[in-house]
């Protein structure tokens, strides 16, 4: 199967590209900038024949429309939009709103436009394809019980209603959508405190993704497969 995967030169992106090849995978990695992806270029000398690394930024309109072309023909089975941002918007009174209209030209409005782009490649999938949308728990309503963090909170739970509601428009075709929440993950974006490694999130995050089907589509799963509250 080909898998599609975004913000593919580091962290979670990097660790899902690694494994999806040594398990046989061919993989469409993407990235801002492919010349300082210094670890994917590695993984392209191993694996030349499966591996396509392209340049794209999701928060860039034109960058995606030639991303697109470039791509031609190809079919997409598993489009995974892990491509994410997670700045400090400051206090209440003090509120940077230009990181909050960032955080939603990246992590919802880039998610979904590339979303949109890709659905012809979606189409071509052999099987039901899916479309695995890295959301976060702080993007979950229910949960929130701390406040704060309005520029990647309000990203992310925008990211959660667009999914819902690319779960519904797409039911008929049979593809499946759902968002994900890796865990807490010792990335640059999660910190060197984190809970968990990449390979502990990205391994359960497969399984998560291999078992899905029509009745995930429009869940908020846990990397451990446990569904989270919208
Ligand atoms: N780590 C955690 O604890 C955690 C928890 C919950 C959810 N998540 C979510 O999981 C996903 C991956 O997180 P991570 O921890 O791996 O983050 P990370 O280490 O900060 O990596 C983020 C990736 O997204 C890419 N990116 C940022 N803006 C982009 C844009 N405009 N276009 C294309 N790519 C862009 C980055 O590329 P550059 O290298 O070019 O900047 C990088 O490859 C994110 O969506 C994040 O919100 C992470």
Redesign the pocket.
């Known amino acids: 199967m080909t898998y599609l995967v ?8 990097l660790e899902f590209t690694r494994e999806l090849l040594e398990r046989g995978e061919s993989v469409v990695a ?4 492919p010349e300082r992806a210094e670890e994917l270029q590695v993984l392209q000398g191993e694996h030349a024949d499966r591996l396509a690394i392209f340049s ?4 860039d309109v034109a960058s995606i429309e030639a991303f697109v072309k470039e791509l031609g023909a190809r079919a997409i089975d598993v489009l995974i939009n ?5 700045e400090r918007c400051g206090e209440l009174g003090e509120m940077d709103f230009e990181v909050i209209e960032r955080s939603f030209r ?2 919802t409005i ?1 998610t979904l436009r590339l979303t949109e782009a890709l659905l012809p490649a979606l189409r071509r999938a052999t099987g039901d394809a899916k479309i695995v949308n ?5 993007g979950s309503i229910a949960e929130n019980s701390s406040g704060g963090s309005y520029a990647y909170r309000a990203s ?1 739970a925008a990211l959660n209603m667009v999914t819902r509601s690319l779960a519904l428009d797409l039911a008929d075709e049979g593809i499946i959508v759902f968002v994900v ?5 010792q ?4 910190g060197p405190n ?1 809970l968990i490694d990449t390979e502990t999130s990205v391994t359960s995050l497969l399984d998560v993704i291999d078992n899905a089907n029509a009745s995930t589509s429009g869940s908020f799963k846990e990397w451990n497969g446990n569904t989270i509250a919208w």
């Open positions: 975004t913000g593919a030169n580091r962290g979670i992106g993407t990235a801002r900038n794209l930024d999701i928060a892990n491509a994410g941002i997670l990246v992590n880039g890295l959301s976060s728990k702080m992310k929440h890796p865990g807490w993950v990335t640059r974006m999660g984190a």
